[in-house]
Antibody
Framework: QVQLQESGPGLVKPSGTLSLTCIVSGGSVISGNWWTWVRQTPGKGLEWIGEMYHSGTTNYNPSLRSRATISIDKSKNQFSLKLSSVTAADTAVYFC????????????WGQGTLVTVSS | EIVLTQSPGTLSLSPGERATLSCRASQSVSGSYLAWYQQKPGQAPRLLIYGASSRATGIPDRFSGSGSGTDFTLTISRVEPEDFVVYYCQQYDTSLTFGGGTKVEIK
């Protein structure tokens, strides 16, 4: 069973870049999964950020596409999120997650990590 | 982008009662692309139903999903104490979106 664990700074300054990593265990990033990031705020609920397949194909939420970058590190069996030009509106709990290729539901979730944008 | 609207926002029930949660899409969704999740406080969402009506591994049979087109339903046949939490629907067409959630609370 795939297990996911987020890591990264819990505090980011406005206009800076949010960087998070998700360590994958119990499975491989080069398996048939899409590697996904979702965030949750009290105001906007659950919001999909985007996903990446190990081939390099990515899909992003249109509203975040200009600021979000997802990448995979095959050597470390992990994937990452970078979100640039952050504001207080990007304060949220960030979840890494995955869905199987050719399926449309998110099967596995990390526990989530709170990122606060503040000076 | 397909918008999912969940109703009611809060559902007040007694243990043992039947819960009916609605998810309405702004345009037609293939049943294969509709899922339901349960989220307990401080935890990640947990997949309950995928493909509109298939239960995920380990999900009790009191949870069932139905619907097609723009109207989907999650039913809990007899609400147990641990079911009083928040439920979300989710779809994927060109991008993945979630509904705003329904909180099931104790009456």
């Amino acid at each position: 069973q795939v297990q996911l664990q987020e890591s990264g700074p819990g505090l980011v300054k406005p206009s800076g870049t949010l960087s998070l990593t998700c360590i994958v265990s119990g499975g491989s990033v080069i398996s048939g999964n899409w590697w996904t990031w979702v965030r949750q705020t009290p105001g906007k609920g659950l919001e999909w950020i985007g996903e990446m397949y190990h081939s390099g194909t990515t899909n992003y939420n249109p509203s975040l596409r200009s600021r979000a970058t997802i990448s995979i590190d095959k050597s470390k069996n992990q994937f990452s999120l970078k979100l640039s030009s952050v504001t207080a509106a990007d304060t949220a709990v960030y979840f890494c997650a995955s869905r199987k290729m050719a399926y449309y539901q998110v099967d596995y979730w990390g526990q989530g990590t709170l990122v606060t944008v503040s000076s | 982008e397909i918008v999912l609207t969940q109703s009611p926002g809060t559902l007040s029930l007694s243990p043992g009662e039947r819960a009916t949660l609605s998810c309405r899409a702004s345009q037609s969704v293939s049943g294969s692309y509709l899922a339901w999740y349960q989220q307990k406080p401080g935890q990640a969402p947990r997949l309950l139903i995928y493909g509109a009506s298939s239960r995920a591994t380990g999900i009790p049979d009191r949870f069932s999903g139905s619907g097609s087109g723009t109207d989907f339903t999650l039913t809990i046949s007899r609400v147990e104490p641990e079911d009083f939490v928040v439920y979300y629907c989710q779809q994927y067409d060109t991008s993945l979106t979630f509904g705003g959630g329904t909180k099931v609370e104790i009456k």
